[in-house]
């Protein structure tokens, strides 16, 4: 019986590779001898259902035509009737594939060579389950009261469908007016420093997206399961469904598959992630107790506590990152280096200045140039420092105004400390006043330490005093310095005015001239003020 069968495949290969035969020899081209590789695959399918692929060319007979030839002889065969059972039959070429002891098709070892690492045995095996389910299928095609019953369970399954569509739109529609309520609700409550941290607006936009996109999903994912019910009722379809669902459940195994893989290492990147977190909160409670004056050390003060915690932090996260790196799936990919390499890259390109300004910042830090609350004058900016950044520093000035000060600005700058040499809080104050060599310098003297007695903000201690600090060719320049209580710069701002107020009545008092800004020549009488004008009109005394 397996002569016969093998006599009877090799005839039909041999009579449809006949005109290719004869073509090769009227070109002169030598015959194989056995097999010749295919150009192209060729998959033989029967009633929208795949059966099996050719691979190779056999006795001359391309895949293509032997796709042809088989399945033009499955539908002979299947037309004369009978119980069309599949069996297979070994041969020393391969395995024929017979239907009712006619031969359909032949499985050579050469189409089983060509698979994806499969064995011939499941070769042969999954051509003869998907033929037999493909002959199953066109039996039942011609069935008449099985797709009357197909029909009927679509129909029925479209109906379900419907009233399920209608009620996801029901329950969705009244859902989302919820959560609406819900944001708008919600929105208001979360405050961070007396404001509102989410926008009201935004938070109802952002829900109501949230639900349609939601809604959209559960709308897809209904329907696709609808179709690939209605399409798994008829014969033909049925392979359209089956791979709709196996492409759901492939997808849905995969993501599974890939999380469960990325699982162990993913708990090795969180696990690096929260021992940093625990050893940052330990080095900021202490630093924390550094800059409260709860803990003291000698190699940072509490003044540079709050800079040298920054620097604890970024190096912690920063070895972090470097240890959990390898761990976070799809680290080792080719795309997740590239956009590393590319960050990096942006990085060290453009962020230059802003490791100038942060490496400047540092620096006065660590130099102690000057701390939150002290008086300077950084260039022609004179106020208060009321933050030190990372990159900038920030002072107000008596006059209403807050400038912000680049580090690197201030590190090349002459800065002047006016509170790192008062005592305790407050800062120096300093007046010039120039006087002709005429009037005699003690007397200058008395009258510029009366103006600071005279001013209710100059302290007594320390004492001010007077500095002759320069002999001009028309007149004598005298410094009066003395020290001031406010700490804010709009307070020292009006000291600055209300001394100099003081200095010039004392001189208008005692007679004196001031000869700024500049001395041409005597004046016939001595431009003061008199006592008795010093309220004129529309000034009231006090």
Request: proline share 9%; no cysteine; hydrophobic share 40%.
């Given at each position: 019986m397996r002569r016969l069968v093998l006599l009877l495949a090799l005839a039909v290969a041999t009579a449809v590779a006949a005109p290719t035969s004869r073509a090769q020899a009227h070109s002169g081209a030598e015959p194989s001898e056995a097999s010749v590789p295919a150009a192209a695959p060729a998959t033989l399918s029967l009633f929208n259902r795949p059966v099996m692929t050719f691979r190779q060319t056999v006795l001359g007979v391309p895949p293509a035509d032997r796709a042809s030839i088989a399945r033009d002889r499955i539908h002979a065969i299947l037309e004369r009737g009978g119980e069309n059972k599949v069996a297979v039959e070994t041969i020393p070429q391969g395995n024929v594939i017979t239907i009712d002891g006619r031969v359909a098709f032949v499985v050579s070892h050469d189409d089983d060579a060509a698979g994806a690492g499969e064995t011939s045995e499941a070769v042969v095996g999954d051509v003869v389950a998907a033929l037999t389910r493909a002959i199953a299928e066109s039996r039942e095609a011609r069935d008449s009261s099985f797709m009357l019953r197909a029909a009927a369970y679509s129909l029925a399954a479209t109906a379900i469908y419907a009233a399920v569509v209608w009620v996801l739109l029901v329950i969705g529609r009244r859902l989302t007016r919820r959560m609406l309520h819900f944001a708008h609700r919600t929105s208001r409550k979360i405050r961070v420093g007396g404001g509102a941290l989410v926008h009201r607006h935004r938070a109802i936009v952002f829900t109501s997206r949230i639900m349609r996109f939601a809604g959209w999903a559960l709308l897809l994912l209904v329907t696709y399961e609808w179709l690939g019910y209605v399409l798994g009722r008829f014969p033909y379809t049925r392979p359209w469904s089956e791979h709709l669902h196996g492409f759901l459940v492939d997808t849905v195994v995969t993501i599974l598959v890939s999380i469960a893989q990325a699982a162990p290492e993913l708990l090795v990147a969180i696990l690096i992630f929260l021992i940093a977190h625990t050893v940052n909160r330990v080095q900021r409670g202490f630093f924390e107790g550094v800059s409260a004056g709860k803990v003291r050390v000698g190699w940072v003060d509490k003044d540079t506590a709050a800079a040298t915690r920054r620097l604890f932090s970024l190096a912690i996260w920063l070895f972090a990152a470097v240890m959990a790196y390898p761990y976070i799936p799809g680290s080792a990919s080719d795309a997740f280096k590239g956009v590393s390499v590319l960050l990096g890259l942006m990085i060290s390109v453009g962020a230059s200045g802003i490791v100038g300004q942060a490496a400047s910042g540092l620096i006065l830090m660590y130099t102690k140039t000057y701390r939150v609350g002290d008086y300077v004058r950084i260039g022609e900016a004179e106020g208060t420092v009321m933050r030190m950044g990372v990159f900038t520093t920030h002072i107000r000035t008596g006059l209403g105004e807050d400038l912000s000060i680049p580090n690197a600005t201030v590190l090349g700058t002459v800065t002047r400390n006016f509170s790192r040499a008062a005592p305790g809080a407050g800062f120096m104050l300093e007046s010039s006043v120039t006087i002709g060599y005429d009037v005699p310098w003690r007397q200058v003297r008395a009258m510029l330490l009366d103006a600071a007695r005279a001013t209710r903000e100059v302290a007594p201690r320390p004492e001010a005093r007077v500095l002759v600090t320069r002999l001009s060719d028309f007149y004598v320049e005298y410094m009066l310095v003395c020290y001031a209580r406010p700490v804010l710069a709009q307070a020292r701002a009006d000291v600055i005015s209300d001394l100099h107020a003081a200095i010039?009545?004392?001189?208008?008092?005692?007679?004196?001239?001031?000869?700024?800004?500049?001395?041409?020549?005597?004046?016939?009488?001595?431009?003061?003020?008199?006592?008795?004008?010093?309220?004129a009109p529309p000034a009231e005394p006090p």
């Open positions: 010039i009545d004392a001189f208008n008092e005692h007679g004196v001239q001031i000869m700024s800004p500049h001395y041409f020549g005597d004046p016939a009488q001595p431009k003061v003020v008199a006592r008795e004008q010093w309220y």
